[in-house]
């Protein structure tokens, strides 16, 4: 499986001060800390990951047999889970 960037011009990363790329990174060099089943929305996972010390939650849905990220936010409610 892998896993894809999104939207490109997505202005919600740009306001957060993030990028597809810094994510990627991120999962790459070990900052994937759990894949959660996301019930609200059927057909997509949240990812929790590690990104500059904070945990961000990466929602991303399924293409085929790839992962598409849609956005990426800081979670205060992973943080606590993940960071005590």
């Given at each position: 499986m892998r896993?894809?960037?999104?939207?490109?011009?997505?202005?919600?990363?740009?306001?957060?001060?993030?990028?597809?790329?810094?994510?990627?990174?991120?999962?790459?060099?070990?900052?994937?800390?759990d894949v959660l089943t996301d019930t609200a929305?059927?057909?997509?996972?949240?990812?929790?990951?590690?990104?500059?010390?904070?945990?961000?939650?990466v929602p991303c849905e399924f293409r085929g047999s790839d992962l598409r990220m849609i956005t990426a936010f800081p979670s205060r409610k992973l943080q606590k889970i993940y960071r005590r």
């Open positions: 896993i894809q960037p999104g939207d490109p011009d997505k202005q919600s990363l740009k306001d957060r001060g993030l990028t597809w790329e810094m994510i990627l990174q991120a999962i790459e060099s070990g900052g994937l800390l929305h059927p057909g997509q996972v949240v990812l929790a990951v590690d990104i500059a010390g904070y945990v961000h939650a």
